[in-house]
């Protein structure tokens, strides 16, 4: 029922190929070209940060995901009252992670906003603006389509947590990994609860294909004339 823990996310290391030929075109001879050399130093750097934050960022997403698969909450065999309770506490860690991690989303684009912003006071007069507002907007296109990925599995993962604290306060039966409900409209909500989470299941693998969608879509944007 839940998707794959895996991104691809290779547009943080195509952002330094679509000014390297322009910044290098010429050797330091001017002051112009010692301009040219420190814009290009300061841009290094802001563009080396964000990808760091951002390799962090997957690399915590992953395992994380790694283990609430591993866990696996709605599978029957867990569906005894002990591993239910332990997975309500596995998914409210989880849940409150993908609320810090949405949160620290909007803190890194913006960190990243406000150098670009910066640097643009500094533009050389020879260096084309628009490469910088070309990658600003692939990385601006590839955050919102991480953090409507992220909404859409805290989503999920919420309704899932609905069906564990429905089940710890609801009588039920576990033999050889079937279960039944003492009374018939319990089994019904607790359908109607299940119709939600596969619902939310399907949008989560939506929004993954729409960041893949808008990760290649940026890497095409982004691509240096070297490249081809």
Known sequence: MFIRSYFSRSIIALL???????????????????ARLAFE?????????????VNAENAELNVRLAAINAVAPLEKKHLDSTHVAANVSTL????????????AS????????????????????????HGIQDMDASFHEDRAAFNVFLEAMTKLYSDVLDVLLYLQHTPYSLAH???????KKDLKEYQKRMKLVDADNKELNQANEEMRKANAKANTHTKSPSDD
């Open 92 to 103: 409210l860690e989880f849940i409150e992670y993908l609320k810090h991690a949405r949160a």
């Open 16 to 34: 330094l190929l679509l000014l390297a030929s322009q910044l290098h075109a010429q050797q330091v001879q001017s002051p112009e070209d010692r």
């Open 177 to 183: 990994n079937e279960f039944t409900f003492t009374d």
């Open 41 to 53: 130093a300061r841009l290094s750097h802001a563009i080396k940060k964000m990808t760091a934050s």
């Open 106 to 129: 909007d803190t890194l684009a913006q960190n990243y906003e406000d150098s670009l912003y910066i640097l643009a006071t500094s533009l050389p007069s020879d260096i084309d603006g």
